[in-house]
């Protein structure tokens, strides 16, 4: 069973920080990876969507990257900014099961402060 | 125009009402989803309707029963809720089949069951 985990869980940060979040899984058998935000009581932003064969997707400030053999992603964010401030979640398509679904992470809730 | 359009923002419903909740999307996506997501948990996907052809998370009750008039509809019919169902319901799309494609949610309809 595919496993998503995301740490740290929170994160509080001065404006202006270079950060890092990290997404784990335990299956490396994926379809592809996909980065989101969510603002409280609000619905998901799609931020970088990374197929299986890729290795990093860019936009913006952001860049994620994917390495699908240690079941590990990264999203970078540069210059954080206040508005960055929300909850992060990774979720992964899962290539060998049944039921397909987009498996989520247990999301960071960034704070960055002014 | 990456738009998934939900309504109501919000239903407040007692446990003997039927009531729906309405989804719509114009980006040609030919899968549609419904998840749910109570507070400071990920989302839980309930439907898939990809071309039109639904499968169904065995967990979900009878209770919520999903439909979809066409390629770019899909509704939620509620009947004889718990207090428990109150929760998040997001609706989202992709291009193509589920298993490829960028996911884009909706803003949620926020269900309050009484």
């Known amino acids: 069973k595919q496993e998503v985990t995301q740490i740290p869980a929170a994160l509080s940060v001065p404006e202006g920080e270079n950060l890092v979040l990290n997404c784990s899984f335990t299956?490396?058998?994926?379809?592809?990876l996909q980065w989101f935000r969510q603002d409280p009581g609000k619905g998901l932003t799609s931020l970088l969507l990374?197929?299986?064969?890729?290795r990093e997707q860019t936009s913006g400030r952001l860049n994620a990257s994917l390495d699908k053999s240690s079941g590990r992603s990264t999203l970078y964010i540069a210059a954080s900014q206040p508005g960055d401030s929300a909850t992060y979640l990774c979720?992964?398509?899962?290539?060998?099961?049944?039921?397909?679904?987009?498996?989520f992470g247990t999301g960071t809730r960034l704070l960055v402060s002014p | 125009d990456t738009e998934v359009t939900q309504t109501p923002k919000h239903l407040v419903m007692g446990m003997t009402n039927k009531k729906s909740l309405k989804c719509e999307q114009h980006?040609?996506?030919?899968?549609m989803y419904w998840y749910k997501q109570k507070a400071k948990k990920p989302p839980e996907l309930m439907f898939v309707?990809?071309?039109?052809?639904?499968?169904i998370n065995e967990s979900v009750p009878s209770r919520f029963s999903p439909e979809c008039p066409n390629s770019s509809l899909l509704n939620l019919h509620l009947h004889a809720l718990q207090p428990e169902d109150s929760a998040l319901y997001l609706c989202?799309?992709?291009?193509?089949?589920?298993?490829?494609?960028?996911?884009?949610f909706g803003e949620g309809s926020r269900l309050t069951v009484l």
């Open positions: 309707y990809s071309y039109e052809k639904l499968s």
């Open positions: 980006m040609g996506h030919r899968a």
């Open positions: 299956d490396s058998a994926i379809y592809n």
């Open positions: 989202a799309s992709s291009p193509g089949r589920w298993n490829t494609g960028e996911l884009f």
């Open positions: 990374i197929q299986s064969s890729q």
């Open positions: 979720a992964v398509r899962p290539s060998d099961t049944g039921f397909q679904k987009l498996v």
